[in-house]
């Protein structure tokens, strides 16, 4: 695993610890939803796929994992409903990046115009 590239792995940061990091390089939530991102680009494709969905897809994909977290939280399961958030985040990162892709797409259409 690479360092933080905030603290390069000191996890201080600002004489503060380290926001993005924790200065733990195995429990960093950020570089967690980092590989779960590569891991659905590697699984589902990355941009051509994504951008086949729809905002209100991404959404309702983000809508139903939520619904899992619930329920795992409910069955006293913490390991399987962070695993779930991590997903969530990762999935919400792929509808910006499509949505601003779109719009870009759309802002270069509308000035050929």
Known sequence: ???????QGTGQRNDKQCWACYGSGN??????????????????GGAE??????TQYFAQM???YAGWVRAMANMQSPGKARRRLIQIAALAIAAV???DRKNTEQ???QEKK
């Open 97 to 99: 990046e499509s949505i």
């Open 27 to 44: 429990n960093n939530p950020l570089f967690e939803v980092e590989r779960e991102r590569a891991r659905q680009v590697a699984k589902w």
């Open 62 to 64: 983000i809508i139903d």
């Open 1 to 7: 695993m690479r360092p933080c590239p905030y603290c």
């Open 107 to 109: 802002t270069l259409e």
């Open 49 to 54: 796929h994504d951008d086949q969905h729809s």
